[in-house]
DNA sequence: TCCGATTTCGTCACACTGTTACGTTACGGC
DNA sequence: GCCGTAACGTAACAGTGTGACGAAATCGGA
């Protein structure tokens, strides 16, 4: 009983690769319900009865990103040497950022601490954090990074290639040659430091270490543990 | 000749202020030109003719992030081992991100490869990014970080900072004393990495390296040379 | 076969947004 | 006084995300 459907899978995939195209194109603030829907030949109301709303026709945008996350990392072959293999699972990071540069800032803005476990884009970073952990543990088990912990290497090594893709991104980095060889040096600099053991704490002389306001969102997430 | 102005420095700080007032409250999407300007008790007008457009309200509002920026580095006190001192500048960095959250995003997004070297803010980040070259080049100059270059070194390091201010704003970073010792860790293994002489290329084996799309500006920037 | 119930669709309206054109107001010089 | 001029407030325009509502299409049952 009732209508038959027409907002189906195809329509969803349609709409999904509009929205794409659209933001690869012309960016982010191009992408509107209205302008995405008309790219497809549908109404605004396909959208709003596939995704809810705007921003959950985004979050699929970002599972997107994630699955090629996912595949760029898993898709990095076992190497002997696991502190090498730790390089190309950054070089996979960076690779899947520019594959589509504008959607890895719609991906990582939809990362967040409150992250629903039930979301798929969810256990997507999951399993590539999990495949760098992976590697990292075989790092630890070698005694290669003495006294470190794989959360310690893992939000290290996720802090560096969100940093230096970001600033790629945005073109800070210069050319792609001078880029690639930032990543590498820095990369590298960052495997070396951690082959040494951590200094002790020894805290800084300013008062920076603890800000007058903090987020007041509680704390907890993926990587947190 | 001609009418009194009203829109004046006064107006102009107080717009700011209630824009940076609603930015940390309510967050981005909230800080439209109306409301700014009602908050003021002032019209739309004012902005146009103080700022030129929204974009040029959230410009000098980066703008005071980067201020902040270069105060918070230019603060922190020569040390005897410039390497410390580097800790000292990334807590500073930190420091800077965590006082105005919601700034930090809208000043990084200022920050392009086709920056106005007019622009106010390209000047601070510039000193900002100096004052930490200038300690880079402590380093350099005994030998600290053998077979770097100091924009090597720059770009390291901004790249990893910016990486966890990011994450940390984000949540993804654990409570404070978590995100704390994490960006201590980072920054220390970071270092200790510069210590050792860097390794031949030894080029990743996938093909990551050369990413398909890339995107068409052309290269250059501030941090570029 | 026809009708009513149910479900989905297309369209429209609402409250917003950034921005610009226009009429109004207040001042200085004559 | 008056006029030119500069800055002002207002209103309109095109565009946004989204909720409400009527129309269309399909089913089971009479």
């Known amino acids: 009983m009732g209508r038959r459907r ?6 969803r995939a349609a709409l999904l690769a509009a929205a794409a195209e659209l933001l690869s194109r012309e960016g982010r603030p ?3 319900v209205r302008r995405v829907a008309d790219e497809v030949g549908t109404t605004t109301r396909a959208v709003y009865s596939l995704f809810g709303d705007k921003e959950g026709l985004l979050r699929a945008l970002s599972a997107d990103v994630a699955e090629t ?9 076992e190497r002997d040497d696991p502190v090498a293999e730790i390089v190309d699972l950054a070089f996979g990071y960076r690779a899947a950022a520019l594959e589509k540069p504008n959607l890895y800032a719609v991906f990582i803005d939809e990362i ?3 992250a629903d ?11 590539s954090f999990d495949r760098v952990l992976q590697t990292v ?3 630890l088990d070698a005694g290669l990074f003495p006294g470190r912990t794989e959360f310690d290497v893992g939000r290290f090594l996720f802090a560096l290639v969100h940093g230096l893709a970001s600033l790629e991104l945005r073109g800070i980095l210069g050319d792609e040659a001078t880029a690639r060889q930032t990543w590498r040096l820095s990369v590298q600099a960052a495997l070396a430091g951690l082959r040494q053991p951590p200094s002790s704490p020894g805290r ?4 920076a270490t603890s800000p007058t306001r903090r987020r007041s969102r509680p704390a907890g997430g993926a990587v947190s543990g």
């Not at 996350?69 to 072959?77: A, D, L, Q, S």
């Not at 979301?119 to 999951?126: G, Q, R, T």
């Not at 800084?204 to 008062?207: D, L, V």
């Open 6 to 11: 027409e907002h189906g899978e195809q329509t």
């Open 112 to 114: 967040r601490d409150n």
């Open 30 to 32: 191009a992408v509107s």
């Open 69 to 77: 996350m996912r595949r760029r990392h898993e898709e990095v072959p």
């Open 137 to 139: 543990r075989r790092c």
């Open 204 to 207: 800084p002389r300013t008062g």
């Open 117 to 127: 476990p039930a979301d798929p884009i969810f256990s997507l970073v999951y399993r």
